[in-house]
């Protein structure tokens, strides 16, 4: 390795490092940010350099005074950005007046995923360039420095993987909620107060009532767009059973008459199942509907192995006279409620959508 290491130590880096340092206007600062760079223009000089700023922005306040040069060069005042309800708008507004066009890339890492590594980066350049941007101290008390907005900007990655990320800090929600809206990533952050009221309404499923509450919500919800002209889809803020947020409804004409199908928006960045989550569902599902028709018992261990593998035969409930099946299509849960065709709840839900549909024949 000597070889390469020595290679390595006097590989020389881009000369615009070099005339930065040796150009009045900029040289205060490299000096200030880059010092050990200087008259050591190799691949090890920048490291070192790269190194001891972020080792400085994590104890004292260089990092303050890099967003101030940042956020001046650029022409952006911190006043106007730092509430703003379109921060991205003025940040290209800015780049483009100076005549400076970002490409869009796509960071990769041979450590990190994609997603977490662009989240991170999004959120780190919203702060440094004003929008909510951190307060930076190291007096007495809590030291705030480029640290704190770090770890925030990794729990904002992490969060995008749940359907909610909850945070008391009103900036580290705000530019959360900013970078989601970017991305199209469809995590909510919010404070525990909000999250609470939420819970209240729209997550604590406890009744046994909710045939009827399936048909309040398509009565009320406007259904998605969708090409798929065999089906409608419903995105609610309600979870049933505590799992799914997504009402469909089929009307293939192969099918004897419409069904529902209860699916499950995923977090964009979320595996399909999470640990316990099959577990639970079929334990709130057994309490609300009784045992099921073949009286499996509490869900297993090897049943979870056989959703992994596609192979599961799921679970089957009759309920006031609707058939009620759990299934698993690769690694997604899905509940199917097949109503029967003599029964009124039929012709509530023919009635509930009928605005969207023709059923005249």
């Not at 008259?39 to 967003?67: C, S």
């Not at 099921?292 to 409930?317: A, C, T």
């Not at 709840?345 to 005249?360: C, D, E, P």
Request: hydrophobic residues 35%; proline residues 4%; glycine residues 4%.
């Amino acid at each position: 390795m000597n070889e390469q290491i020595t290679l390595f130590k006097n590989t020389p880096i881009d000369k615009v490092f070099q005339k930065s340092f040796e150009n009045p206007e900029t040289a205060h600062l490299m000096r200030s940010f880059l010092p050990e760079l200087e008259d050591n223009y190799t691949q090890v000089g920048l490291l070192t350099a790269i190194f001891g700023m972020i080792e400085r922005m994590n104890k004292n306040t260089a990092y303050k005074d890099l967003r101030e040069n940042l956020q001046g060069g650029a022409d952006i005042k911190r006043d106007q950005i730092f509430h703003s309800a379109s921060p991205y708008e003025l940040i290209d507004k800015a780049y483009k007046k100076k005549g400076i066009l970002a490409e869009p890339k796509s960071p990769a890492h041979e450590f990190a995923s994609p997603w977490f590594t662009e989240i991170s980066n999004e959120y780190i350049a919203l702060d440094m360039h004003g929008y909510q941007e951190d307060k930076i101290s190291i007096n007495r008390g809590r030291k705030q420095t480029f640290r704190n907005t770090m770890e925030d900007a990794f729990h904002t990655a992490f969060g995008s993987s749940c359907d909610f990320y909850i945070t008391q800090d009103q900036r580290n929600c705000k530019k959360a909620n900013a970078v989601y809206e970017k991305l199209d990533i469809n995590t909510i952050a919010m404070s525990a107060d909000d999250f609470l009221i939420l819970y209240k309404k729209c997550l604590q499923f406890k009744t046994v009532d909710f045939l009827n509450q399936l048909l309040h919500l398509l009565k009320n919800l406007v259904p998605s767009n969708t090409s798929d002209l065999k089906s409608s889809r419903y995105d609610s803020a309600f979870f049933f059973f505590d799992y799914f947020n997504v009402i469909r409804i089929i009307t293939d004409k192969s099918t004897k008459s419409p069904f529902l199908l209860l699916t499950r928006h995923l977090p964009t960045n979320s595996l399909p199942i999470f640990g316990k989550e099959a577990h639970v569902l079929v334990s709130k599902l057994q309490l609300l509907l009784g045992n099921d028709v073949d009286n499996l018992g509490k869900f297993s261990d090897p049943e979870m192995e056989q959703i992994e593998k596609d192979s599961w035969l799921g679970r089957h409930w009759k309920y006031a006279d609707v058939n009620i099946k759990l299934r698993a299509m690769e690694g997604h849960l899905q509940l199917y409620l097949y109503p029967p065709n003599n029964k009124n709840w039929i012709q509530k839900l023919l009635h509930a959508v009928k605005s969207f549909f023709n059923f005249g024949k």
